[in-house]
Nanobody, 121 residues
Framework: QVQLVESGGGLVQAGGSLRLSCAAA????????MGWYRQGPGEERELVAS???????NYADSVKGRFTISRDNAKKTVYLQMNNLKPEDTAVYYC???????????????WGQGTQVTVSS
């Protein structure tokens, strides 16, 4: 069974930092393109950062310059370093994307449990 496990969230004061991890587990040969998403209270889920197989990254304007997405292919893990956190960053953070299995390129079919990030003012 393939799954994504997010971790690293917590409660932090404005201006603080957190590092989120997203580990892919199961019958996965390699992760390919991955993204970090977040869903705040009463809001829709949004993409905040993405990284493709070449290592190129992209960020939402709201987090540009504060968040950094990175990957460790050997560990099949994607990270999100979040600095200078703001109360509006409060949300549940999820990862998703696609991977290579023995059957080819596959999109993760379900979301993980997410990790809660709460930023106090």
């Amino acid at each position: 069974q393939v799954q994504l496990v997010e971790s690293g969230g917590g409660l932090v004061q404005a201006g603080g930092s957190l590092r989120l991890s997203c580990a892919a587990a199961g019958s996965i040969l390699s992760i390919v393109n991955m993204g970090w998403y977040r869903q705040g209270p009463g809001e829709e889920r949004e993409l905040v950062a993405s990284i493709i197989s070449t290592g190129d990254t992209n960020y939402a304007d709201s987090v540009k310059g504060r968040f950094t997405i990175s990957r460790d292919n050997a560990k099949k893990t994607v990270y999100l370093q979040m600095n200078n956190l703001k109360p509006e960053d409060t949300a549940v953070y999820y990862c998703n994307g696609n991977y290579y299995s023995a059957h080819g390129l596959v999109t993760f079919g379900s979301w993980g449990q997410g990790t809660q990030v709460t930023v106090s003012s």
